[in-house]
């Protein structure tokens, strides 16, 4: 073989590969838009007797700050796609459309927003759009604390919350100072940061309604804000938690989250909240009722109501320090009214009996 023809032959096959591997390795234009928030698809679940809403809102909690604007970088979040070679800006929408549904309420307005990520630096822009001009109403960055979340200040947008959060993460609870408003909420992964954009469309007013920060969980777990593990427990299709720090317990499931606060649960009882599914035509509930027992809780008894009927109860447990949580399932009739649960009673940590009643 001459020289020519060996050159001429390696030159064709390095075209080739790199023709071949070129989409791969192609950044992303500047101004280009990568995608637009995601449909957040939820599952429609009744709430008996327990004053709470079955969606992503949390009821007038304690005020939280949100991560500053201060940090430098990200580090990427484990178990999230991330790549660690991305350079360059990418710029993500997140449009509140017809099929993301609002929840207790019309929010509103329904602007575009948008966040442009500076992934060699870690700085964020964060952008409305205002009579079909995006202008920039604050900035921030990406946040350094694994499974840590950001956002602007509510105070930059009147019914808009913007920021971003692990790209783990599948669902989230919002939590609000003041009034719990009427609220939407969509998502968009950030290509090459290992975070997703958020956006939040609702219906409170300044000074009624603040934003006070959200929980999140990635199927399994359950994280807050700063990206600290909350006490939870996975019950098959479930996950629950207890958000001590932000006055919070609840359930995330199929695209749905339920949460109340602990400083609403009645005296001499304990934190109770429910989720139930009944189908078309049926005259049962599949009801998911979850207990926050005392750390150390042991031998926990269901007993359901007349007529209602215990399935399983599972119990998790934080130790000696940490909360115990019970979930129990029950078949609720339409006749039998509240969670379907009469009473439960435990082994506390010291060996003392109690009991409680929860039926409401």
Do not use: C
Request: charged letters at 20%; hydrophobic letters at 40%.
């Amino acid at each position: 073989m001459s020289t020519d023809t060996f050159e001429d032959e390696l030159r064709s096959l390095l075209r080739h590969t790199a023709d071949a591997e070129a989409p791969a390795y192609l950044d992303v234009d500047t101004e280009t838009v990568l995608t637009s928030g995601r449909r957040v698809v939820r599952r429609r679940r009744a709430a008996a007797g327990l004053g709470v809403v079955a969606s992503t809102l949390a009821f007038g909690l304690l005020g939280f700050s949100a991560l500053g604007d201060g940090v430098d970088g990200a580090e990427p979040v484990p178990g999230s796609p991330t790549s660690t070679s991305a350079t360059g800006t990418v710029t993500v929408d997140l449009q509140r459309t017809a099929e993301v549904a609002p929840e207790g309420g019309t929010p509103a307005g329904r602007p575009t927003l948008r966040v442009k990520a500076d992934r060699t630096s870690g700085r964020l822009e964060y952008l409305v759009d205002r009579d079909g001009t995006f202008v920039r109403v604050g900035q921030g960055a990406l946040p350094t604390a694994p499974r840590g979340a950001t956002w602007l200040p509510t105070q930059a947008l009147d019914g808009l919350v913007v920021g971003v959060l692990p790209a783990a993460a599948t669902d989230l609870a919002l939590v609000w100072a003041g009034d719990a408003p009427g609220a939407t909420h969509t998502t968009a992964p950030i290509p090459g940061t290992g975070y997703q954009a958020f956006a939040i469309w609702h219906t409170g007013t300044t000074p009624n309604t603040s934003f006070a920060g959200l929980d999140w969980t990635d199927g399994t777990a359950v994280y807050d804000s700063a990206g600290a593990e909350l006490a939870s427990g996975k019950f098959g299709d479930l996950v629950a938690f207890v958000d001590d720090e932000q006055n919070v317990f609840g359930l995330f499931g199929d695209g749905t989250s339920t949460t109340k606060r602990l400083s609403d649960t009645a005296a001499g009882s304990m934190p109770v909240i429910m989720q139930g599914v009944r189908p078309d035509g049926a005259t049962t509930m599949a009801a998911s009722v979850l207990v926050v027992l005392p750390a150390g809780a042991e031998d926990v008894i269901v007993t359901p109501q007349p007529g209602a009927t215990v399935v399983s109860t599972e119990v998790t447990g934080g130790g000696t320090t940490g909360r115990t949580l019970v979930l129990a399932r029950l078949d609720v009739p339409d006749s039998v009214a509240g969670t379907g649960v009469q009473r439960v009673a435990w082994t506390e940590a010291d060996g003392a009996k109690a009991a409680t009643e929860v039926g409401f």
